[in-house]
Structure formats: structure tokens, C-alpha cells
């Protein structure tokens, strides 16, 4: 892994790990550098999901409360402890931010 991909999988881990439920107060991503939430956005396998709901909200193409029906079911991306488990996931597996250039250039071939 190059340190990009070591320091995503570390603030992965560090949110898993440090977060509490139910609890009050500063969490682990409260102390990450804009740098960090850089590298977080580009390895979040979760972000395009994200930033597209994010966009049809802000558009009123999308009205809030079509989708607070998901917020509410909690099917949605907009969770760091869901982002962490697929970045966490896509380590694992090499895929997305942690594929090697071949694996991605088969994976558009092929699909």
C-alpha cells in the first residue's frame, strides 16, 4: 500500500475504534486536517452517493423530505461509520482507492 491508502485504512480504523454510541462531545473525526477529509472523500467507496444527494437537495430537484424517509431507516450513505467500513471492506478486497493500476484497467474491460 502506498501512504495514502496506509493513512485512510489508520483513520478508518481510528474511527471505528474511537467511536462510542450514544456518546457526547468531540469524536475522532473532529480532530482530522482538511488533508485527511481530502483522502477520505477520494477512498470513500460512499462519496459519489454522497455528494450526489447532496447536489439534488441543494438543486431542489430532490426535496428533503422525499428523502428523509432514508435518514430515518438509516439507508444512506451520509454515515462516516459506514464510510469507514467500506473503506475498511475495499482495503481488503484491493478495490476502488486500493487497486493496483492493472487490476482497475481489467475491471473496466471486463467489468
Not at 71 to 82: A, C, F, H, I
Request: with cysteine.
Amino acid at each position: 500500500m502506498n501512504a495514502d491508502q496506509k493513512r485512510v485504512v489508520a483513520l478508518a480504523l481510528q474511527y471505528i475504534r474511537e467511536t462510542k454510541p450514544d456518546a457526547y462531545g468531540d469524536g475522532p473525526a473532529d480532530s482530522w486536517a482538511d488533508a485527511d477529509w481530502d483522502l477520505w472523500q477520494r477512498a470513500n467507496p460512499l462519496q459519489r452517493e454522497m455528494t450526489e444527494v447532496s447536489r439534488q437537495i441543494l438543486r431542489g430537484e430532490v426535496e428533503m423530505g422525499e428523502y428523509a424517509h432514508k435518514l430515518l431507516d438509516g439507508d444512506t450513505p451520509y454515515s462516516v461509520m459506514k464510510g469507514a467500513w467500506a473503506i475498511i471492506e475495499d482495503a481488503i478486497y484491493r478495490r476502488g482507492f486500493f487497486a493496483s493500476r492493472p487490476a482497475k484497467m481489467w475491471r473496466a474491460i471486463c467489468g
